[in-house]
C-alpha cells in the first residue's frame, strides 16, 4: 500500500478514537530529502526515521551486499574492509547531512507560514500528490458524506452540529519520486 494513501488513513482512525495525541506516529522507508519529511509530516506522520540517506552520506554504494560483502566497508566484520572507513569523517557526514536536511526542512515551513513542524502533522487534505489525485478526491468525497450524514444525524436529535478544530489549512504541491 503506498505511504500517500496508508498514513492519512491511519491519522484519521487515530483521530477518530481520540488517540492521536497520545500515540507517535513515525513513518520509516524511503524518507531521504526534505521533501519526503514535508510530505509525511502533512499526511499525518509526527516524524520520520531515516535509515538509508544516512548511509549514502557516509558513502553506501547501495548495492545490497551488506551481509555478505559491502565494498564500502560500512557494514562489514572484516577488520581489512573496516579501515576503508574514518569514524570522526563519517560522523561529521551524518551531522552535515542532517544540519542540511534541518535546514531545507525549516526553510520549506517558514515558506507555509508555519513556525513548528507540529503545525503541518495531518494537512494531507490540501497536499495535491499527482499520482494518486483522482484516490484522494476520492477519499475526501466519502469523508465529506459521512461528515454531512453525521451532521444531518445530529441536527434531528437536537445536538448542535460541532467539528472538531482543525489548523488553518495550506496548499502544498510536491512531486516526490516514489
Not at 520509516?28 to 531515516?50: C, E, N, P, Q, Y
Not at 540517506?53 to 554504494?61: M, R, T
Not at 445530529?154 to 495550506?170: A, F, I, N, Q, S
Amino acid at each position: 500500500m503506498h505511504m500517500e494513501y496508508a498514513i492519512p488513513i491511519c491519522h484519521e482512525k487515530l483521530l477518530d478514537d481520540g488517540l492521536r495525541d497520545h500515540v507517535v506516529f513515525m513513518g520509516s522507508g524511503g524518507f531521504r530529502t526534505w521533501g519526503d519529511v514535508i510530505k509525511g509530516v502533512a499526511m499525518g506522520l509526527d516524524g520520520v526515521i531515516l535509515g538509508t540517506a544516512d548511509l549514502v552520506a557516509i558513502g553506501c554504494v547501495r548495492d545490497r551486499n551488506c551481509e555478505s560483502g559491502c565494498r564500502s566497508g560500512i557494514s562489514t566484520i572484516e577488520p581489512r574492509m573496516q579501515l576503508l572507513r574514518n569514524v570522526e569523517v563519517n560522523a561529521q557526514q551524518i551531522i552535515n547531512f542532517r544540519s542540511i536536511l534541518q535546514a531545507q526542512v525549516i526553510r520549506a515551513l517558514a515558506a507555509l507560514g508555519l513556525r513548528d513542524l507540529r503545525e503541518l502533522r495531518g494537512q494531507y487534505p490540501c497536499i495535491e500528490w499527482p499520482l494518486i489525485e483522482e484516490r484522494v478526491k476520492e477519499r475526501r468525497r466519502l469523508r465529506a458524506n459521512v461528515l454531512s450524514a453525521t451532521l444531518a444525524a445530529g441536527e434531528k436529535h437536537g445536538t448542535p452540529p460541532t467539528l472538531p478544530g482543525r489548523p488553518p489549512t495550506l496548499r502544498l504541491s510536491l512531486r516526490i519520486a516514489a
